[in-house]
Each structure stands twice: as structure tokens, then as C-alpha cells.
């Protein structure tokens, strides 16, 4: 489970920062957060895959958070996409890709949903390709979890924004216990399907008897599953900390340093301290620093600085960085 971040400059895209986008890599699936400017340059640099099974959050409509998404999907149809794709995103999403569809030629000869959030009314409006003609979807939206796969679920929340913005969490569900191989020779326990039963935590006939992997030692209890937050643009906000509870990672923009504080609240954004906080409250183990102003150019270290002296596990994201997930 690795986090890869494609752009971490806030509206302006700098010399070495690209515009709002991160990708976790979890098992076989790629999974975007928002899709800056010149998306497309920076899955070559990152080497990611063009053709995987993929889904996609967008956090809300402000250009810098949604501009690549066309460019990438024309890539994905070039190249003769056949992994499915998902995006996920507020009201108008739908809208906002038919009229590239029907405006530019956007071609989706590929598995593609379209899911938009309908906060107000608590549902998910989910539509299969870009052909207005076809009937949607409705679906109720309960405890904010808008998709919930075998090994992980995802949560929204709205932040505090200029615009009607989202949050997300990506949750892991509990993994498996750790496989003790010596036990299950000790045991006798042949190696082949029985072992992959046990992993699996479920109970054998060994000799007769049934024999239990987790009462037997051969496999440990379940382990917690990991858990990472992603905030969009918002100003300090109840409902993200609500939503990033316990988190391993977060993904808080710090648009501004504590000395813009006034500005930050009149643009509805956040400071570095602010994010920092937010960790804090959260009970978050590591934060991640992103969407910093072009103003900090050359001098961005101030923010990581000024986090730092409130939550000490605290990095400042800069392009291509690759963070594993333990």
C-alpha cells in the first residue's frame, strides 16, 4: 500500500510542483485523489499504469482539482483502455464529462461509472458510460460510505469550503492474522490447501480432529486495517475530523503559513499550524502537507517548520514522493 503524490502546489502549478492529484496503490488497483493540471506527464514520471483498475475522487469543481481528468481519460481511450474505471464526485460530475464527450470527442471505449454525491439528499447517482440517453441510477448513501469493496471502504464527508467540497477516507477492513509456518509443521499440518484454509482462518480435520488455526497458534488474531485521509481544500472542519478519526496517513492542504492566517479563513482554506492541529485532533500517526501557495516557492521548508513545533510526524509532500503505508 503505497502513496505516490503527482502534484502538490495549490491553484498555480510551480517549477517542481504539479497541480492537486495522489494516487494510493493498493493490491492491484490504483486509486486517485483529484486530477490536477499535466496529470498525465506525471503517471510517467511516477511509472504508474495506464491501463489498471482504477477509481477516482474528485473533491470539488475548482479548476486545479479537476483539469486533468479529460486529458486522462482521453489518454485511457487512445490507448485502448480495458481495465473499469470509477469516478466519484459532486453534483454535475455526469455533465462535466458528456460535454467533453460531445464538445471535444472524449471517447470512453472503456468500463466507466460515473458516480456523483448528492450530499444534500444522501445519495449516489451513478451513471454507466457518457450517454446521456441511458438511464442512471439511485442509490442511498448510509453512515457516508459511498463504495464498499472485499478488502476496503470509502467515506466522505463535506468540508468547509468557497464551494461545496468533499473529504475522503480510504478504510481497510481488517486483514488476515500472520501465517506461523512452524506451528502448522509442528502440528503435522501437511503444507498445501490445509494451510491456505488455516490462513484463511478457517478450521481443519487434521487426524480426526478439528483443529482451530487461532486457538492453535498457527495463525495470530486479525490485524487492523490501514487507514488514510484525504482533506481537499477546506478551512479547520469538525466533520473532517469526525471522518479521519484514528488515521494512519493525512493528506491535509496547507495552503498558507500561520501569518495568512486571516486570508486563509476569508478563502476558506488552511494553514500549516491549522493542519497540524487538525492531525492532532484526528489522532492521526502521520500528516502530509499539500496544496502549498506558489508564494512559498522557494521557501516552502517554513511551512514543514512551523507543523512541525505542533505535530512532529509531519512531511511536507513535494512531487513523485513514494510513502509506504506500513
Known amino acids: 500500500m503505497d502513496l505516490i503524490i503527482l502534484g502538490s502546489s495549490a491553484a498555480i502549478p510551480m517549477?517542481?510542483?504539479?497541480?492537486?492529484?495522489?494516487?494510493?496503490?493498493?493490491?492491484?488497483?490504483?486509486?486517485?485523489?483529484?486530477?490536477?493540471?499535466?496529470?498525465?506527464?506525471r503517471f510517467i514520471e511516477a511509472k504508474l499504469k495506464f491501463n489498471k483498475p482504477m477509481k477516482i475522487f474528485i473533491s470539488h469543481f475548482h479548476g486545479d482539482h479537476v483539469i486533468g481528468l479529460p486529458g486522462l481519460l482521453f489518454r485511457f481511450g487512445l490507448i485502448e483502455r480495458d481495465a473499469p474505471l470509477t469516478i466519484f464526485g459532486p453534483r454535475n460530475l455526469f455533465l462535466y464529462l458528456m460535454l467533453h464527450s460531445k464538445i471535444?470527442?472524449?471517447?470512453?471505449?472503456?468500463?466507466?461509472?460515473?458516480?456523483?454525491?448528492?450530499?444534500?439528499?444522501?445519495?449516489?447517482?451513478?451513471?454507466?458510460?457518457l450517454d446521456p440517453a441511458k438511464t442512471h441510477q439511485e442509490i442511498q448513501i448510509h453512515d457516508n460510505v459511498i463504495i464498499d469493496e472485499k478488502h476496503y471502504y470509502v467515506k466522505?464527508?463535506?468540508?468547509?469550503?468557497?464551494?461545496?467540497a468533499f473529504g475522503y477516507s480510504f478504510n481497510e477492513k481488517?486483514?488476515?492474522?500472520?501465517f506461523n509456518p512452524e506451528k502448522?509443521?509442528?502440528?503435522?499440518?501437511?503444507?498445501?490447501?490445509?494451510?491456505?484454509?488455516?490462513?484463511?482462518g478457517q478450521?481443519?480435520?487434521?487426524?480426526?480432529?478439528?483443529?482451530?488455526?487461532?486457538?492453535?497458534?498457527?495463525?495470530?488474531?486479525?490485524?487492523?486495517?490501514?487507514k488514510l485521509t484525504y482533506s481537499g481544500d477546506t478551512a479547520p472542519c469538525d466533520d473532517l475530523v469526525k471522518l479521519g478519526m484514528n488515521s494512519d496517513v493525512l493528506i491535509h492542504e496547507a495552503t498558507f503559513s500561520k501569518e495568512l492566517e486571516s486570508i486563509?479563513?476569508?478563502?476558506?482554506?488552511?494553514?500549516?499550524?491549522?493542519?497540524?492541529?487538525?492531525?492532532?485532533?484526528?489522532?492521526?500517526?502521520?500528516?502530509?502537507?499539500t496544496h502549498l501557495s506558489s508564494r512559498y516557492q522557494e521557501d516552502s521548508e517554513l511551512l514543514l517548520e512551523e507543523a512541525k513545533q505542533i505535530f512532529p510526524d509531519t512531511i511536507l509532500a513535494h512531487d513523485?514522493?513514494?510513502?509506504?503505508?506500513?
Open 203 to 226: 478450521e481443519i480435520i487434521l487426524n480426526g480432529k478439528l483443529v482451530n488455526p487461532e486457538i492453535e497458534g498457527i495463525v495470530g488474531p486479525k490485524r487492523p486495517g490501514r
Open 15 to 41: 517549477s517542481n510542483r504539479n497541480l492537486p492529484s495522489i494516487a494510493l496503490r493498493y493490491k492491484n488497483e490504483l486509486i486517485l485523489f483529484d486530477c490536477g493540471e499535466d496529470l498525465q506527464r
Open 320 to 326: 513523485l514522493m513514494e510513502l509506504s503505508i506500513k
Open 174 to 178: 481488517p486483514r488476515k492474522g500472520k
Open 184 to 200: 502448522a509443521r509442528e502440528l503435522g499440518v501437511p503444507e498445501g490447501k490445509l494451510w491456505g484454509k488455516m490462513h484463511k
Open 156 to 164: 466522505y464527508t463535506a468540508v468547509d469550503h468557497s464551494v461545496l
Open 264 to 289: 486563509a479563513r476569508e478563502k476558506k482554506h488552511s494553514t500549516s499550524t491549522d493542519a497540524a492541529k487538525m492531525a492532532i485532533k484526528m489522532s492521526a500517526k502521520k500528516l502530509v502537507l
Open 104 to 129: 471535444l470527442g472524449l471517447k470512453t471505449n472503456y468500463p466507466l461509472k460515473v458516480i456523483e454525491i448528492d450530499h444534500e439528499n444522501q445519495r449516489l447517482i451513478k451513471y454507466v458510460g
